[in-house]
């Protein structure tokens, strides 16, 4: 195997990471009115992520520096591409991020439900716009011999691109509820477990049009055995769900993200980005990659790093494996209750 053909495959990873580890994060910022109706229930939905949410988003980063160090061409073409739509990614990375923090500091509705509206629009507009680019980078876009891109922010709202930008989304819901079933107890749970069995097999179907579209997209009748994988555990998720196994139901429906994304790059390669212009302007594997002695360089960090990284992450969910439970509410504490600490469930599993 060639270096850039293992880099290609370590990008991929790093996108199946990102979106499997922020999407039941994602998830729960969408939900978390949701599944809450008072403050104090939400906040619970909210715990259940704070002590993931900034150390997933990493993967994020580190595939853009992936993208950037192997692939400097692709990178070039592909942010220049998306600025619009990355500079909308950093807003509401932006705004989720910070409503983490300062939602609790103000003891005003007004400001609470302005950071409310921050998690929330942050957390569903982030998947959304990735999962656009992502599906766009498959379909194909307006792209020269100097790998430039030659059209219009309306030639990246491609038909398949939003699609696959609303099968992510969805994904990220599924995976969000399933994730709060497991992590919370009592109504944040009971709600949560309600909203899989209600939207799971929209979900599903909407799963299984994505694998038949995506095969079209790249031409062919068969989907591959990755994308056939994803439809099957996105249903056996809900149907999981519906018989209670739901940590066999949370981990089907993150094997149906990761499956959806593979399939996008495992389709996608030997190219790195399609010109509808003319096939002979894709950015392949090949004309976009770095030297051999950078990919070289970068391999051996990668050996000695990422082991380093997976098993902090497996170790700081180990540590926060509790499920958490609302509190009951105090009514002569009046608003600053609202900020006291939610309890955990050391025993529950």
Request: charged share 10%.
């Amino acid at each position: 195997m060639s270096l850039h053909t293992l880099w290609f495959g370590i990008v991929a990873i790093f996108w199946c990471g990102f979106f499997v580890l922020e999407g039941f994060d994602f998830g729960v910022g969408m939900l978390h009115t949701i599944v809450g109706r008072t403050d104090l229930e939400q906040r619970t939905a909210v715990n259940t992520i704070g002590p993931f949410w900034d150390g997933n988003e990493v993967w994020l980063i580190v595939a853009g520096a992936a993208i950037f160090a192997a692939f400097p061409s692709w990178y070039a073409t592909m942010f220049s591409t998306f600025y619009l739509a990355l500079l909308l990614v950093l807003v509401a990375l932006f705004a989720r991020g910070v409503s983490f923090e300062y939602r609790g500091k103000v003891e005003a509705a007004g400001w609470r439900s302005a950071w409310t509206w921050g998690l929330t629009l942050g957390s569903a507009l982030i998947p959304l716009l990735l999962g656009v680019a992502l599906g766009d980078l498959l379909h194909g876009l307006p792209i020269n011999s100097q790998h430039e891109f030659t059209g219009n922010f309306g030639n990246l709202l491609t038909g398949y691109g939003i699609y696959t930008g609303v099968t992510f989304l969805l994904l990220c819901l599924l995976n969000g509820a399933n994730f709060l079933t497991l992590k919370t107890l009592g109504p944040v749970q009971t709600r949560s477990i309600g909203l899989v069995h209600r939207f799971g097999w929209a979900v599903g179907l909407v799963t299984v049009g994505f694998v038949i579209w995506t095969r079209q997209v790249a031409g062919g009748f068969l989907p591959d055995p990755v994308a056939i994988t994803a439809a099957i555990a996105v249903i056996a998720s809900v149907w999981l769900a519906a018989t209670h196994f739901h940590g066999w139901a949370f981990a089907a429906s993150v094997v149906g993200m990761a499956g959806a994304v593979g399939t996008i790059f495992i389709e996608l390669y030997k190219n790195v980005m399609v010109s509808s212009t003319n096939s002979a302007y894709n950015l392949t594997v090949a004309n976009a990659s770095a030297s051999s002695y950078a990919l070289k360089v970068m391999t051996v960090v990668a050996v000695i790093f990422m082991p380093l990284v997976l098993l902090y992450q497996g170790w700081n969910y180990w540590v926060f494996r509790q499920r958490l439970v609302t509190p009951p509410a105090d009514p002569t504490a009046g608003t600053a209750q609202a900020s006291g600490p939610i309890a955990e469930a050391p025993s529950a599993r």
